[in-house]
Structure formats: structure tokens, C-alpha cells
DNA sequence: CCTACCGATCGGTAGG
DNA sequence: CCTACCGATCGGTAGG
């Protein structure tokens, strides 16, 4: 049976290219001719797999968010410091970013775009994320591992400082990603100050 | 002499409001119709006052560009430590940030839909910005004064930690911008973990 | 600063 | 999966 084997082999070709093409020119600037071309088909075609634009962009957001938010409550809910399941957190944003750089850069920087009730939906998502983020650090200061810093603040920072990596991506980088992932834990657990 | 005392003041309102718009949908996304309904005139009459929708991302880009590039060459040549220098660079982009905030958002953000020869002029200068950034680290850290840490990984996390302020700054902000500033100055100059 | 309008391109559909 | 096409909207111009 080798049509189901591969069923849906061209959606997913479809996705992965549209994903690309939104990091590089952003999804409104995207056109489903400019998709079509890189799929290679024509663009009445892609209706054949996917029912709209806005389709395409939802099933990229969705995805990295679920993945996102599965992780974080594994975290939370492990037995660790405070300090170590921030740490585990990091490690997983850098190395999505680095793993699924094209999907998750997009759903970082496009959900915008997104229609509603997934706008809505996403956002939501998003805040609850930030917030049980911020709990973890919450509880490392009151069990005094973290120094006494503004909670949401601190979210704020790891995560966009993370989303950074874009640029690492993009100039070729000098420094392999394990290094670079140490750096960025160094960097944002113990400061740059030489102590 | 009244018609001299805010000649250009009409442009400016377009600026602004363009600044605006573009930080709220993204460049690609407003249209010249948008636009001129905030501005309070028809489409047609924008033209009177600006050459073409990318003119006005360029006068946005650049000015930001300009007045960063500015501010970081006065740094470098103070007479200060290598930390310091850091911090002061610091809280010059946050305050950018919470000050001009639509603009800086923007010039971070949508300088991709430049047209060239602006493109490669932006980018330019984007780099070499942040070339000088990692000297000042790579200085601090010959002077013993930074931990040996990849200067490039810094330089992106510091700048791309202080860009999140735009969730501080749409959540309507428990804490005040003082606060922040300095939360943010601790956090990544000295680290989240209590020693 | 407006009315009137241009050619180009958009997302999407009909029908095969 | 394609050809042929739709109405809507885009950035921008002519002319006053």
C-alpha cells in the first residue's frame, strides 16, 4: 500500500516550504503564487491540499505551541531546583530553535497574522505560558536559589534573548551549537560579570 | 512666520502614524488606504508629502539606525570600564525602547522590506554595530573584567533580551520603567543565580 | 488636498 | 493537478 504510506507526504511539503518562505519575507508579504512556485506546482493547487492561506499559518503556530506548552509542563511538574528546571527550559527554546528553526521562528514572529478564534486562542496560550513560566521563577526566589528579580521581567528576557539565535543561525556561526547553548545558560544563570 | 515654524509637521504626523501601524500589523500588511484614514486624509494625498510607502520605512529605519550608531561610538570612546560601557549601552537601549518604542520596534523588526540600495545599507550597519558591541566585550573580557564567553552570543542576548520589552510594555507594566531597566541590567550583567 | 482612475497582483473558485 | 477566471485591493498617478 504505497499510497498510504506516504498519504500526506505533499501537505507536509507544502508547510515546510511555506514555513521557510514566512521567516524569510513574512507571512503577509508571502504570496500562494511565490508558494506554488517553491512547491512547484500551480497555485490553484495547493487548495487541493490545504483550504486557506491563513490554514497554513495556523497549523505552523499550533504545532510549535502544543510542543512548547507539553514541555513546559513536563518541567514543571519534575523534581528538580528551581534553577535546573530553568535550565532544562532553556536548553529545550535554544535547541527548538536551533531543531525547527523555520517553524518556530514563525510562530514567534507571525501569529499576528494569525484569524480569529486562533488569534485569540494563540494569545491566550502564549499568556498562560509566560505565567507558569514566571511561577518557576517565583518559586526559585522564595526558596532562595534566584536572586530577588522582577518574575515576569526575567521571563521576558530568556525568552526573547533565546529567540536571538536567528542571528546565529544566519551569519554561520563560528561556535557549534552545544557551545552556543552553554554560552546562552552561562550568560543569563550566572551573568557576565567575572565574580 | 507661521507656515515656517511646522513646515514639515504634516510629514511627521504620516511618520508617526506609519510608525504606528507598521508595529501593529507589520509593513507588508498597511495599506496606503489604512494609513491615510488614521492620518485623516484620502490615499492620494499621502503622496504630497512622501515619495512612496518604503520612503517612509527608510526615514523610520535610519533615524533609529542613526541615533544608535551615534550613541555606541560615544561609548566606546569614553573612558570607562568594559562593564560599564556595557551598562551604559544597556540602558540606552532600554530607554530607546520605552521612549521611541513604535520606531525602534519597527526598525528592529520590518527593516526586511527595505528595497535595496537601503537593504544593504541597513544591514550594513546592522553588523557593524553589532561588530563593535563584541569588541567592547572581547575588551572586557582580555581585562579580566567578563567571564570568557563567546562575545557574539552575548551580543545577540543582550540585544535581542532588551527588544522583549514590547510584552512589557503591552502588558500595561506592574512594575515602572525604572524598574524594569534595572531588573534588566541585573539580570543580564550579573545573572539570576544567588551566590 | 480631492476625485477619478491605472495596471498589477492578491486569495480563492469553477470545472474538468 | 491544470486552465481560466473572479472580485477585491494594492501602490501610485493625472489633473485640477
Redesign the interface.
Known amino acids: 500500500m504505497p499510497t498510504t504510506k506516504r498519504r500526506s507526504s505533499k501537505k507536509e511539503v507544502i508547510l515546510t516550504k511555506a514555513a521557510q518562505m514566512f521567516r524569510e519575507?513574512?507571512?503577509?508579504?508571502t504570496s500562494m503564487r511565490d508558494l506554488a512556485e517553491r512547491v512547484g506546482i500551480e497555485a490553484a493547487s495547493l487548495y487541493n491540499h490545504i483550504k486557506s492561506k491563513n490554514e497554513i499559518l495556523e497549523a505552523i503556530c499550533f504545532d510549535v505551541a502544543n510542543r512548547f506548552m507539553l514541555h513546559l509542563e513536563e518541567v514543571e511538574a519534575s523534581d528538580k531546583t528551581s534553577?535546573a528546571k530553568?535550565e532544562r527550559l532553556m536548553r529545550f527554546h535554544i535547541q527548538e530553535m536551533i531543531e525547527n528553526y523555520e517553524e518556530v521562528y514563525v510562530s514567534d514572529?507571525e501569529w499576528?497574522?494569525l484569524d480569529e478564534p486562533f488569534l485569540s486562542n494563540f494569545r491566550n496560550q502564549r499568556r498562560q505560558y509566560?505565567k507558569i513560566f514566571a511561577s518557576i521563577?517565583e518559586a526559585?526566589i522564595a526558596k532562595?536559589?534566584?536572586?530577588k528579580?522582577?518574575a515576569?521581567?526575567?521571563v521576558?528576557?530568556l525568552?526573547?534573548?533565546?529567540?536571538?539565535?536567528e542571528?546565529?543561525h544566519r551569519?554561520q556561526a563560528?561556535?557549534t551549537a552545544q557551545?552556543?547553548e552553554n554560552?546562552?545558560v552561562?550568560?543569563?544563570?550566572?551573568?557576565?560579570?567575572?565574580?
Chains 1, 2 share one sequence.
Do not use: C, Q, Y
Not at 25 to 29: D, V
Open positions: 519575507k513574512g507571512f503577509a508579504a534553577i530553568l514572529r499576528k497574522h509566560r521563577i526559585g532562595n536559589e534566584i536572586k528579580i522582577d515576569p521581567t526575567a521576558i528576557i525568552l526573547h534573548a533565546v529567540s536571538g539565535i542571528s546565529w551569519s563560528k561556535i557551545e552556543l554560552n546562552m552561562t550568560i543569563l544563570i550566572d551573568g557576565l560579570r567575572k565574580h
